[in-house]
């Protein structure tokens, strides 16, 4: 099942989410006017709209994800590889180290990632 779209606004709503899930909507009402400076109408948008597309439920007034952080983030980076590299991780990953210098922890952390999918491709 593809994770559903999940645009910046309804993102930094999703944030607040995931803290404090499961939450009660007039409390997510409250924390959204604080952090988000929204209004009660413009949550309970957001929260109707968000169910409808399955990114969370509400019932009985209790709000809870169905979609987790990692999935939502997931599906942001698949979609901009494939928008904007055409789908290729290695012009991704050149185009991102070009713009940004990494420290040596950051690339033997990498390195170690590659290698340990390897590891698992080889066992597999």
């Known amino acids: 099942m593809a994770v559903p779209k999940v645009f910046e606004s309804e993102y930094r709503f999703c944030q607040i989410l995931w803290e404090q899930e499961p939450i009660n909507s007039t409390q997510l009402v409250k924390l959204c006017r604080q952090r988000l400076g929204w209004s009660k109408g413009t949550t309970y948008t957001v929260i109707r709209r968000l169910s409808q ?8 007034a209790t709000v809870t994800a169905l979609i987790s952080k990692e999935e939502v983030q997931m599906a942001e980076f698949d979609e901009l590889v494939e928008k904007t590299f055409d789908g290729s991780l290695p012009q991704f990953i050149a185009a991102f180290a070009k713009h940004k210098k990494l420290s040596q922890s950051e690339i033997s952390s990498i390195q170690r990632m590659i290698d340990d999918y390897k590891k698992q491709m080889e066992e597999s």
């Not at 597309?53 to 009985?60: A, Q, T």
Request: proline share 0%; no cysteine; glycine share 12%.
């Open 53 to 60: 597309r399955g990114v969370l439920k509400n019932e009985n």
